[in-house]
């Protein structure tokens, strides 16, 4: 069939018009930004601050919905989902998490959720904000409920998703905006300051739709005892721990929804015993009680919940034994009772049926007794066992589990001879600190990841470390011999070893300290402290540029700090106390260092000046040497004892270890204060100390060195010093321990010295001191040793009376009311094992438990935080 021209010219036509009309298509699909939605981006990213360029895509230029973080929806091109998380790495010093390059600023949550109308999901995770604005605080007609149209309020049916956790900064004074996110089902607030927000249950009811909960570490501290009843309708999953909430199991949460399956309430300080109400939370597959106050038995009717897949009790007050009815929970993969004073016997009944089982707890304070079959075979293959047991020989069926991941065994005493070994060294997490355990490491090649032998009756030689260990403790073992098998082995040349923490201080171990450091290079802590080691400090320690720990006290080390370790840049404790080391104090320590230990030591000449500019130092003690000269002046220029800013962290670092988890250890140090030597450990980080006592120091106190307003300890005792004390003492407000005792020092105590209300200990004994002691002051409640060996010095507590004094003391002591604010610096001084008196005991006793508890709180929060770089609630 012939077709016409103009028929073709139709085809053309159509063709061409067909071409032009998908290439507008084309065209319009290439620029799909909704314009509404782009402003309301763009003017929410005002109130950011953006250091590291997140948001350099956000631009007029390009379409919206090409920008980093923003997703359209595929037919109508709206906006929808909003993802500007914040990835950071573990620091390995928690005192420096770095957060420099997240996002900052304030968030603009109502202008972004009413203004980019159709946004489900909103993820600002692990920023660091400062600020929300959702106009309810500010705008009074935001405040009216019935008035809530207004575009400057939060409202919003679309948002879904709402996830504004992990930023530490963020304070949010009120929730009252929330319910008017009318569709929400997901809300992480973890970490944020909620503690304004007394409401905050009443408006998380109100969200029908709402089916996960997380408000961890929130500083929420009400539990709404007083209401029966909450409104959820959709809760699945209840995330409230680490809060502090003091208080017994709410009876609104056992009239939650039956859809609730995991529910986590740990470290809230709840008290009293676990109420039978929670079996109506039938569903439940995870309950999460660790580190409370609970008490009572475990009781028996937790064997009902049939889909419970996790229970944790850790950390509690539970007694009696564990019940038998736990052994009909055959869904059961996590089952933690651990560090409870439980008793009683475990047999090999309970686990029959317990098949799915990967994670075992089961340590008890006053050790449980074990009932096994010595042929038994356990139906489950477990990832995670912790426990302990009653000796001498070690469990056979453990044997049976080829693909343990991590034991953990306390309190135990067992022979380690056989296949024991072997069957470790398979094991990545081993921590086996704190038994009996008798062995012979002579030969062993260990092989775990993370290793803690420490505290054990270990002998034989040191033993080999593979490439595979990042974390190894043998300390306080009675291994001996030389260092070098352990670091020295031929096979180590080239190969890449991992390892970042070695602790083999307190042993027997003698030699030097051999020149193989080359091959340990990512080495972050070394603790070799407490053994008989001889010889110069080697001087390839100077190749671990990331070593920021390290104690060779108590050895029997000579010769001087070789310079070369000034390429350790990131050294933060540098102990060598109690040695015999010579030359000059080391004037190249890095300026971000933290402890100077160099007591005991045969140190000469000056003081270096450079001291002076190191200025994180909280901790200088260079007594007990040969430093002679006079006190430097600029010493009032270290800027870290100059405030009381005590480290909101511990000393601790972190390390990762294995499958994401990480170490965290506290540096401890040997110190003198208030007379007595004491071991700071977790408490290290409270310390402001300077200790120069018995030296030949000469000259004046310069009057520079009060301004360091910081220092909690000041030592200069046993020097020449010559002078008055200066009236300027009084400035030192937070001075505990004060000693300037035999030295030459003249004149009067200056009477502000009375003005320092924390002082506990103070010896100003043996010196040329003359006139009254001032009087009327807390001065007059230290004993006559303070002051004794002064022959001019008159006035109580000395018996000497003073020429001049004519009017009787009649006024006590006062009991000020400052007490208490010291008392736990006290106690934490008691605490460290000197227990003088029935005070002192009272006080251990008391804050002990405290102690343990708040440290408990601090390793949680710590592992609320590291746990978020890979969980996904
Ligand atoms: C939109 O398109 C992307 C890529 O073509 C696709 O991965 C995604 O699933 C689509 N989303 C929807 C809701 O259709
Ligand atoms: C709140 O709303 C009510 C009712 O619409 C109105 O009468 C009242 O003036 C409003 N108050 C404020 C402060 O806007
Ligand atoms: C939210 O805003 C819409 C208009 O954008 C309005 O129709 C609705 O009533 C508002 N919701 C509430 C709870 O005020
Ligand atoms: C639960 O909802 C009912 C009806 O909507 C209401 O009367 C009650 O006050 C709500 N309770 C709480 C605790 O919000
Ligand atoms: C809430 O739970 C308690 C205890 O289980 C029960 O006595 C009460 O009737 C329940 N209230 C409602 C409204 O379900
Ligand atoms: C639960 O365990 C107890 C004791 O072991 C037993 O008597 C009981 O029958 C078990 N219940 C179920 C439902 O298995
Ligand atoms: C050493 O550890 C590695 C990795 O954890 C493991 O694959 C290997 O089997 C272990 N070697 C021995 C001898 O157990
Ligand atoms: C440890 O074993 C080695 C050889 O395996 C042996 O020479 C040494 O005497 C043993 N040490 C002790 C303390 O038993
Ligand atoms: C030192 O630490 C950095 C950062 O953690 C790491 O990248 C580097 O490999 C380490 N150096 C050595 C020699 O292990
Ligand atoms: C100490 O600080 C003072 C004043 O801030 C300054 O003049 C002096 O140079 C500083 N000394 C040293 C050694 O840094």
């Not at 919206?64 to 909003?82: H, P």
């Not at 949010?172 to 927000?197: A, C, F, K, M, V």
């Not at 489950?380 to 080829?402: C, D």
């Not at 200066?726 to 003249?746: R, V, W």
Request: charged share 15%.
């Amino acid at each position: 069939m012939n077709t016409s021209p103009s028929q073709h010219a139709i085809t053309f036509a159509l063709l061409l018009c067909a071409l032009i009309v998908f290439n507008i298509g084309l065209c319009s699909s290439n620029i799909r930004c909704n314009q509404r939605d782009k402003h309301a981006l763009l003017k929410f990213k005002k109130g950011i601050i953006d250091p590291s360029g997140v948001l350099s895509s956000w631009s007029t230029e390009q379409d919206c919905c090409q920008w980093r973080g923003v997703n359209c929806d595929n037919i109508t091109s709206r906006v929808i989902e909003l993802h500007l998380t914040c990835s950071t790495t573990l620091p390995s010093y928690i005192d420096k998490e770095d957060k420099s390059h997240c996002l900052t600023g304030s968030i603009y949550l109502s202008l972004l959720i009413v203004e980019v109308k159709f946004l489900n999901y909103l993820n600002l995770r692990n920023n660091d904000f400062l600020a929300i604005q959702t106009d309810y605080v500010h705008s009074q007609i935001c405040h009216n409920l019935s008035s809530i149209t207004s575009p400057h309020c939060v409202n919003s049916s679309s948002l879904r998703y709402l996830d504004l956790s992990l930023n530490w900064n963020l304070v949010i004074y009120s929730l009252q905006w929330l319910p008017h996110i009318s569709s929400l089902e997901y809300l992480n607030l973890r970490g944020i300051d909620l503690h304004r927000e007394t409401n905050w249950l009443q408006l998380v009811t109100k969200l029908p739709s709402l089916s996960v909960l997380n408000m961890r570490s929130c500083q929420l501290e009400d539990l709404s005892l007083s209401i029966q009843y909450a409104n959820f309708t959709a809760l699945e999953v209840l995330h409230l721990s680490a809060n502090e909430f003091n208080s017994e199991f709410p009876k609104w949460l056992f009239n939650l929804s039956c859809s609730i399956s995991v529910l986590d309430l740990s470290s809230c300080s709840l008290i009293g015993r676990l109420p039978k109400a929670l079996l109506n939370l039938r569903k439940l597959e995870d309950l999460v009680l660790e580190d409370n106050n609970l008490n009572g038995n475990i009781p028996n009717w937790l064997g009902k919940f049939e889909h419970l897949q996790t229970l944790i009790l850790g950390v509690n007050m539970f007694s009696g034994s564990i019940p038998t009815n736990l052994g009909n929970l055959s869904s059961l993969i996590t089952l933690d009772t651990a560090s409870n004073p439980m008793t009683g016997v475990v047999s090999e009944k309970i686990f029959a049926k317990l098949s799915k089982l990967k994670e075992l707890d089961i340590y008890s304070y006053s050790p449980l007794i074990f009932y096994f079959d010595s042929h038994w075979v356990p139906p489950f293959q477990l990832k995670e066992l912790g426990f302990n047991f009653v000796g001498p020989k070690f469990p056979s069926w453990l044997y049976t589990q080829k693909f343990i991941e991590s034991l953990t065994i306390h309190e135990s005493s067992f022979k380690a001879q056989g296949k024991f070994w072997n069957f470790v060294s398979r094991i990545p997490e081993l921590v086996l600190g704190d038994n009996l355990i008798d062995g012979n490491l002579s030969n062993v090649l260990l092989n775990s990841t993370y290793i803690d032998l420490s505290s054990n009756g270990l002998k034989g030689c040191l033993p080999r470390l593979s490439p595979n260990v990042a974390i190894a403790s043998l300390a306080n073992n009675s291994l001996s011999g030389g260092m070098s098998p352990l670091l020295c082995d031929d096979k180590m040349l080239n190969r890449k070893n991992k390892l970042l923490f070695l602790d083999i201080s307190d042993n027997h171990l003698s030699g030097e300290l051999t020149n193989c450091w080359k091959n340990w290079k990512s080495l972050v802590a070394i603790h070799l402290g407490g053994n008989n080691l001889k010889g110069k400090i080697p001087s390839s320690l100077s190749l671990l540029s990331n070593l920021t720990t390290l104690h060779l006290h108590e050895n029997k080390l000579y010769g001087e700090i070789p310079s070369s370790l000034q390429n350790c840049h990131s050294l933060l404790i540098f102990n060598v106390r109690n040695n015999h080391l010579s030359g000059s104090i080391p004037n190249w320590i890095p300026h971000s260092a933290k402890a100077l230990q160099l007591r005991s030591n045969n140190f000469s000449g000056k003081i270096p000046p450079q001291i002076c500019q190191m200025s994180s130092l909280i901790i200088l003690d260079i007594a007990n040497n040969s430093i002679s000269g006079h006190i430097p002046t600029c010493l009032g220029n270290i800027t870290s004892l100059i405030f009381n800013n005590a480290s909101r962290y511990y000393l601790s670092f972190s390390f990762p270890s294995f499958h994401n988890r990480y170490f965290i250890y506290n540096d401890a140090l040997e110190l003198v204060t208030k007379g007595q030597v004491r071991e700071y450990a977790k408490n290290l980080h409270f310390v402001a100390l300077i200790d120069m006592s018995s030296n030949n120091l000469s000259g004046t106190i310069p009057p520079q060195m009060f301004s360091l307003t910081g220092l909690n300890t000041l030592n200069l005792s046993h020097n020449k010093l010559t002078g008055q004390i200066p009236n300027e003492i009084g400035n030192m407000k937070n001075l505990e321990s004060l000693d300037f005792s035999t030295n030459q020092l003249s004149g009067e105590i200056p009477q502000s010295l009375s003005s320092l209300s924390f002082l506990e200990y103070l010896n100003l004994s043996y010196n040329n001191l003359k006139g009254k002691i001032p009087s009327g002051t807390q001065l007059m409640g230290f004993d006559a040793f303070s002051y004794m060996g002064n022959p001019y010095l008159c006035g109580p507590p000395l018996t000497k009376i003073c020429f001049q004094d004519d009017k009787p003391i009649n006024k006590l002591i006062n009991e000020d009311g400052d007490k208490s604010e010291f008392f736990p610096w006290f106690c934490i001084g008691i605490e460290s094992g000197f227990l003088t008196s029935f005070l002192g005991v009272l006080c251990a006793i008391f804050f002990n438990r405290k102690l343990r508890h708040a440290f408990f709180k601090f390793l949680y929060d710590m592992r609320d935080r590291f746990i978020s770089w890979w969980s996904s609630i």
